[in-house]
């Protein structure tokens, strides 16, 4: 099922309530590899009729991609709520959006038979943040689903984290119940257990 989608609410009424994972495509007119990477999406989304597929032109449509931390097209994310699990960025082949798209989703959706322990990591950001953008394609990167909150758009939750680690500046991540302010990228491997990377390329540089 293949779905053009026009603003954030159409996408957040069409998600709500589903249980699994689904897909987000961002493409554009504008972009050479947007036109080469299109036909490849299509004919990913031909072999799996049943599987929710959302598509956004980041032409017409401003405000998604901004919602979801997406700042390249082609890019396409799959959703666990309104948490970004995955994504794959730029001309992909059929064969890996499969492995990427679809492994990433049979891992959320048993999550319970994974060797990694889950968490519950909220990303508090806020307008035009640099590091923000930073920190949750890292996130991205080491498949770690999170929960993201704009707090340039949420003055109560703006208060509320101020009253609970007395800092206003974004990022600042709970993980846990555990406050990580600014890209901490070491804190982060460790509340969430995972090996430090060996100065690998940052996305969204």
Known sequence: MMRTVAN???L???IS???GPVIVGFFGDFSDKSRAAWPNFQAFCERHPDLPVFVVDVGRVKDIHR???VTLVPTVVTLQGDAVIQQ???VRSVAEYEATLLGQARTASNASGGSR???RVVVYTGAHCPWCTRVKAYL???NVPFTEIDVSRDPAAAQALVRKTGQTGVPQLDIDGRYVIGFDKARIDALL??????GGPELYR
Not at 193 to 198: K, V, Y
């Open 8 to 10: 954030y609410e159409e």
């Open 12 to 14: 957040a009424g069409a």
């Open 17 to 19: 309530g589903r249980k």
């Open 67 to 69: 919602r979801l931390g």
């Open 88 to 90: 794959v960025v730029g």
């Open 117 to 119: 322990p889950s968490h």
């Open 140 to 142: 991205r990167q080491r």
């Open 193 to 198: 257990g995972l090996a430090p990377q060996a």
